[in-house]
């Protein structure tokens, strides 16, 4: 088993001639676990424009990576990717394109993943339906290998429906948004619900906001499904002003849906779009507003909605530490259990919209902010955070849609993991990091990767990862190092071993050493 050993020894202060340095000495069970930067993604045949991780879908150690501009076929024909996770490291399985795949059908749009059962939306696909009337598709694995086992069509589906524009899987439960389809309305919107038996998809229902009007866009970009329920925004709803905007519950019984509840803010305003995003787990919803203004213009925010009974009661609101005009926080938001993740696409850290993304966590009903995210080669445009976001347990899926790796705008997918520990403190001047890395296993252990990523003073002035692989006999240890930094100010250190085996809890088990 490996460990970093588990206390901070005694060092003195760090002196230059204006400001002593405060050492941490802070016990190693006060010290949070922190979201890491494990792995960039990227398509292996990504190119210029593809927005690979316009939309990602995490189920386990499988994730569902849509690329809807990816031109295979064709311009904005679109494509999918599966990746699997072996070990600690994720590699592609598969890519996903469909049978009658065309032009400007954007395949990819939109993507769910539930076991072993995929299901893609393709909402500009032309079909008998009409032009951009849309459809989605199901893909299933058998052993390592996917195949198409349906493509979905809405029975009333009309031209410019742009059905599958908007999709949610749960087992053998589909939901597709239409947030053009016309029946409360021009653009009012709606979901349709399938169900699987076999093999074979069938329509169960077709669902509308009991107020539904024109303009609403009911279903847009994005719905959520969680056994027998249903979330489904109308950010363009005007109660509480103009584009305010709004989200309905839906329940099911037996094979019927019903509207259980309207979802609106206490504090909701014109264009606030509440809804833009959201994400359902259980009896909880956790419901993005990014041009909420409460930050200044468009800084955004987020809101945690809880359900007892068949109640829905708003629980708290959610706004960056660091919040800004223009933003946009909640533009997208992924929720499991008590840890929500939150994205701000139009964050600066890394330059202009580079963006980012914040992890709240909840301990009873109070939610707190425990970490923001920025990636270690973010760039200007790069949208991190902005569209493609999954949450799994310990594992975090975070797209950057814009990223250049690959060519302009092809986009990536980084992966985070609750996987190490961190300190802030001040420092004045140059300092060394160092982490002593023990094996408290019995069996020798080799080309283990460990990391140390050291940020803040200043003007941002530190900003380094130093990493690499280290062998360590059974009992043995090894030091590890950044080598010699300098600056002033607020710093952040964070540190990790990758598991070699976990223990019970999951813990990297991690000392700093801090020294001149």
């Known amino acids: 088993m490996l460990l970093i050993a588990t206390a901070i020894p005694a060092v003195t202060s760090i002196k230059n001639s204006a400001i002593n340095a405060t050492i941490p000495t802070t016990s190693q069970a006060s010290m949070g676990r922190v979201w890491i930067e494990t792995q960039k993604i990227l398509a292996l045949d990504g190119g210029t424009l593809d927005e690979f991780g316009h939309s990602v879908s995490l189920s386990g150690d499988t994730v569902l990576i849509g690329a809807p501009a990816n031109s295979d076929n064709g311009a904005w024909t679109g494509s999918a990717y599966v990746f699997i996770r072996t070990g600690t490291t994720w590699t592609q399985q598969q890519k996903l394109l469909p049978s009658d795949s065309a032009l400007d059908d954007t395949f990819g749009l939109c993507v769910s993943l539930s076991g072993d059962t995929a299901l893609i939306g393709s909402g500009w696909d032309d079909n008998e339906n009409g032009v951009d009337a849309g459809s989605a598709y199901v893909f299933t694995r058998t052993g390592t290998t996917w195949t198409q086992q349906a493509k979905l069509l809405a029975l009333d589906g009309a031209a410019g429906d742009l059905f599958g ?43 509308l906001a009991s107020d539904g009007a024109a303009g609403d866009q009911f279903s847009y970009y994005t719905c959520s499904l969680s056994g027998d329920t249903a979330l489904i925004s109308a950010p363009f709803d005007d109660d509480n002003g103009v584009d305010s905007g709004s989200v309905y519950v839906f329940t099911r019984t037996g094979t019927t849906w019903t509207q259980q509840a309207k979802l609106l803010t206490s504090d909701g305003a014109a264009g606030d779009v509440f809804g833009i995003s959201f994400s359902l787990d259980g009896d909880a919803a956790i419901i993005g507003a990014s041009y909420d203004d409460d930050n200044g213009t468009n800084s955004g925010s987020a809101y ?14 959610l706004l960056a530490l660091d919040g800004a005009a223009g933003n946009y926080f909640g533009g997208f938001v992924s929720l499991f259990g008590d840890t929500a993740l939150i994205g701000a696409w139009g964050d600066d850290d890394n330059g202009s919209d580079s963006g980012s993304a914040y992890v ?25 955070g902005g569209y493609g976001f999954s949450l799994d347990g310990d594992t975090a899926i975070i797209s950057s849609r814009y990223d250049d790796d690959n060519g302009t705008d092809s986009g990536s997918v980084y992966v985070f993991t609750k996987s190490g520990v961190s300190l802030t403190f001040s420092i004045a001047g140059g300092i060394g990091v160092k982490a002593v890395i023990k094996n408290d296993g019995t069996t020798d252990v080799n080309d283990v990767p460990w990391q140390i990523h050291v940020q803040g003073g200043i003007l941002k002035m530190i900003n380094k990862t130093v990493n690499g692989t280290i062998d360590i006999p059974a009992g043995g240890s090894k030091t590890v190092g950044t080598g010699m930094l300098f600056g002033f100010g607020a710093i952040s250190i964070t540190a990790k071993v990758a598991d070699e085996e976990k223990t019970a809890t999951g813990w990297q088990i991690i000392i700093l050493s801090i020294v001149k």
């Open 165 to 207: 524009a908007s999709v949610a899987l749960s087992g053998d439960t589909a939901l597709i948004g239409a947030l053009m389809d016309d029946d409360n309305g021009v653009d009012a919107g709606s979901a349709y619900v399938f169900t699987r038996t076999g093999t074979t998809w069938t329509q169960q229902a077709k669902l």
């Open 304 to 317: 945690v909605f809880t359900r007892t009974g068949t109640t829905w009661t708003q629980q708290a609101k």
């Open 360 to 384: 709240f966590t909840r301990t009873g009903t109070t939610w707190s902010q425990q970490q923001k995210l920025t990636v270690s080669d973010g760039a200007t445009g790069d949208h991190f």
